[in-house]
């Protein structure tokens, strides 16, 4: 990489947490450019030679973006994935930083009805976020990146690695249902957090909101509450360290 790092902002989190609708909504600004794809994982990629990484892999597919044109990349697995955070601030240590959070227990059926979708999962949603915990134990990539419906939703922990790389002024914490509830608003802090005027327009919020889905089926009581008892410490922790009531 000859001069300055090109990409400056990453939406690094969470998984189902309103990611693909913030993106949308920044894509559709004037003064941002995003890759070819929502997703680029160039961080989290284990197959890559971390001792001496290649920065022009990570920016040759912005190379069409004009100068003056602020770069990022909206890959939310970032925030979970231990050696993501360290990589980018390698890469950047002035990258600026978002995270939408969602309540736990919704994201984690989000998280499975997707991986039902794809194929990638067999078990029922109780069987899952239970005795299928034990499939993490293995450390398999797969089964970390899949199947990892619980331990995604512990965000004090993942939040504590973040800050003790980054200092606060690059980090925005945003919450998926302010997104939802109140669009411009907080679409508003994101273009002051990244140092840009707000755009006269923005795209519908029912359109891009089309794109999130919606349950095919309820969540059970006893699966939402075996949840959050698992979650319940965490969520205190956000709370009492970040002041983030999800």
């Not at 360290?86 to 919704?106: A, D, K, T």
């Not at 095919?216 to 509450?225: I, K, N, P, T, Y």
Request: glycine fraction near 8%; hydrophobic fraction near 40%.
């Amino acid at each position: 990489m000859s001069g300055p790092p090109r990409l400056s902002f990453m939406i690094c989190g969470v998984q189902k947490g309103g990611t693909t609708a913030l993106w949308h909504f920044l894509r559709s600004h004037p003064q941002i450019g995003f890759g070819p794809r929502k997703e680029m994982h160039f961080f989290d990629d284990e197959s890559r030679d971390w001792s001496n990484p290649s920065w022009d892999d990570l920016e040759r597919p912005y190379a069409h973006h004009p100068a003056g044109r602020i770069l990022g990349d909206a890959t939310p697995i970032y925030t979970y994935w231990p050696s993501s955070l360290g990589r980018i601030r390698r890469y950047n240590p002035g990258m600026r930083l978002i995270v939408s959070l969602r309540h736990p227990v919704e994201r984690a059926y989000s998280h499975w009805r997707m991986a039902t979708a794809r194929g990638q999962e067999t078990l029922p949603f109780g069987e899952a976020i239970r005795a299928g915990r034990r499939r993490l134990d293995t450390g398999d990539e797969r089964a970390l990146r899949v199947f990892s419906y619980v331990e995604r939703g512990f965000y004090t922990p993942q939040l504590d690695r973040l800050f003790a790389l980054f200092p606060a002024s690059q980090v925005l914490l945003l919450r998926q249902a302010d997104l939802q509830s109140h669009p411009a608003g907080t679409l508003n802090r994101v273009y002051d957090f990244l140092g840009l005027p707000r755009p006269e327009r923005m795209p519908a919020p029912e359109t891009v909101f089309s794109h999130m889905g919606h349950a095919v089926a309820a969540l059970s009581a006893e699966d939402a509450a075996c949840l959050q008892a698992l979650h319940a410490g965490d969520l205190r922790q956000l709370r009492a360290r970040y002041g983030i009531v999800l």
